[in-house]
């Protein structure tokens, strides 16, 4: 079964840091590029950071730089997004997404994961 599932999620301080996994199978997962996107209540869903299926090449919004860093292990067919000095524009569902890099698949979305900067 071609899936994502992302775990990692919840509720955490200002200034405080979590890492956000994303679980791939029933595809050749190094052949994809991997992205999180994130949408916050009441916004479009934004494309956060973006890295291709070899490694080489990351992408990231302007807005994380230097807070966030996204990895990927092809080979436990894992993408992982450490982020750090989070804040309340933060807050949001956490979606991870796969785009075949060799082919014309369509693209795989994960269910979501949800982050919450507490007051």
């Known amino acids: 079964q071609v899936q994502l599932v992302e775990s990692g999620g919840g509720l955490v301080q200002p200034g405080g840091s979590l890492t956000l996994s994303c679980a791939a199978s029933g595809f050749t997962f190094s052949q994809y590029a991997m992205s999180w996107y994130r949408q916050a209540p009441g916004k479009e869903r934004e494309l956060v950071v973006r890295?291709?299926?070899?490694?080489?090449?990351?992408n990231y919004v302007d807005s994380v730089k230097g807070r966030f860093t996204i990895s990927r292990d092809n080979a436990k067919n894992t993408a992982a997004l450490r982020m750090n000095s989070l804040g309340p524009e933060d807050t949001a569902v956490y979606y991870c997404k796969a785009d075949c890099d060799v082919c014309d698949a369509t693209a795989i979305w994960g269910q979501g994961t949800q982050v919450t900067l507490s007051s």
């Open positions: 890295i291709t299926g070899a490694g080489g090449v990351r």
